[in-house]
């Protein structure tokens, strides 16, 4: 299944080249937030406000020799995929340029637009 992480395209540079990702991200946390395609229209207002670049992973869990626990932490009633350790390289499949507005809402990009919002 694919699922997305959103980071600063800056911290994403610095760990590309790294066997794993996530390292800092998990530093103050005890997993990596992500979001099923389908819901990320749900957090992406979250990143309105970001003025530095960012980028959207598209990991693979199929990949991943780590737990993902899909969760509803929040009480929303909807669940979301938290990765519970560091990510192979080889588990993101695509890395995707943040698109939004001028008004900083975000436009679903063209590869994930097959898949219907919930």
């Known amino acids: 299944m694919l699922i997305l992480h959103c980071i600063k395209e800056k911290l994403y540079e610095e760990m590309r080249e790294d066997r794993y990702f996530g390292k800092v991200l ?7 937030h992500c979001s099923s395609i389908e819901y990320f229209w749900r957090v992406s ?4 406000n970001e003025k530095e670049k960012l980028v959207l992973l598209v990991i ?6 780590v737990p ?7 009480g929303c009633g909807r ?3 938290h990765i519970y350790g560091l990510v192979k390289m080889e588990a993101i499949k ?3 340029p943040y698109l939004k507005k001028e008004d900083g809402t975000w436009i679903k990009n063209e590869e994930l637009k097959h898949i219907a919002d919930k």
Do not use: Q, R, S
Not at 26 to 32: D, R, S
């Open 45 to 48: 207002p979250h990143f309105d």
């Open 60 to 65: 693979d869990t199929d990949n991943l020799d």
């Open 94 to 96: 695509n890395v995707l």
């Open 79 to 81: 669940e979301y995929p």
């Open 26 to 32: 998990l530093k103050n946390n005890p997993f990596i």
């Open 68 to 74: 993902v626990k899909w969760e509803d932490l929040e």
